[in-house]
Nanobody, 125 residues
Framework: QVQLVESGGGLVQAGGSLRLSCAASGRTFSTGTVGWFRQAPGKEREFVAAVKWSSGNTYYADSVKGRFTISRDSAKKTVHLQMNSLKPEDTAVYYC??????????????????WGQGTQVTVSS
């Protein structure tokens, strides 16, 4: 019983910033992995970033490395995705996902057990 709710999406100009949040309820995260994925129209869902809850280790897709930062707030049971230097190609629906497992390949969607509803991010040129 884990509910994930994304927020913070919206419309932003290229070069701008946006911070997404993923709030969890129903179960407290103490271990496991939380990831962000995105899906643009007509494209496959792709990995963006992930964080291991206990260690804080982070992982990023090459396309966002250096621009995006994933972080966790244990007290608020929330994961954030700070997105800077946004590009039009970042436009997509962004999904938060979680699993209680630690030793996983973070970029594989089927390794995650819980998913949020998604939040739209649109970057204009």
């Amino acid at each position: 019983q884990v509910q994930l709710v994304e927020s913070g999406g919206g419309l932003v100009q290229a070069g701008g910033s946006l911070r997404l949040s993923c709030a969890a309820s129903g179960r407290t995260f103490s271990t496991g992995t939380v990831g962000w994925f995105r899906q643009a129209p007509g494209k496959e869902r792709e990995f963006v970033a992930a964080v291991k809850w206990s260690s804080g280790n982070t992982y990023y897709a090459d396309s966002v490395k250096g621009r995006f930062t994933i972080s966790r707030d244990s007290a608020k049971k929330t994961v954030h995705l700070q997105m800077n230097s946004l590009k039009p190609e970042d436009t997509a629906v962004y999904y938060c996902a979680a699993t209680g497992r630690i030793l996983i390949v973070v970029g594989v969607t089927r390794n995650y057990d819980y998913w949020g509803q998604g939040t739209q991010v649109t970057v204009s040129s």
